[in-house]
């Protein structure tokens, strides 16, 4: 049964950092490319990090110097570092196995709260 499980979103100030972590079972790891996604209130889902297979790293615009997305393919684990925080970071974050630009995911996390507020 393939799992994804998102956990340290939270609440924190503009410019603040949180470190995301998703933590997957049920399927071969380090043969998929590992992505989050973000939803913001009111917003369509959107991709923020991916990381292939390969260790090749893609970034949304808007998070490109701020975000830096990683694995360790020996924990079966994805993290997401967040830096520089800003408030329309505000969303909920998903993790998300496989796919491809254009393709959807294989599989989905049911996502961990980030709110950036003072």
């Known amino acids: 049964q393939v799992q994804l499980v998102e956990s340290g979103g939270g609440l924190v100030q503009p410019g603040g950092s949180l470190r995301l972590s998703c933590a997957a079972s049920g399927f071969t790891f380090s043969g998929y490319a590992m992505s989050w996604y973000r939803q913001a209130p009111g917003k369509e889902r959107e991709l923020v990090a991916r990381i292939s297979r390969y260790g090749t790293r893609d970034y949304v615009n808007s998070v490109k110097g701020r975000f830096t997305i990683s694995k360790d393919n020996t924990k079966n684990t994805v993290y997401l570092q967040m830096d520089s925080l800003k408030p329309e970071d505000t969303a909920v974050y998903y993790c998300?196995?496989?796919?491809?630009?254009?393709?959807?995911?294989?599989?989905w996390g049911k996502g961990t709260k980030v709110t950036v507020s003072s």
């Open positions: 998300a196995a496989g796919g491809r630009p254009g393709v959807s995911p294989d599989y």
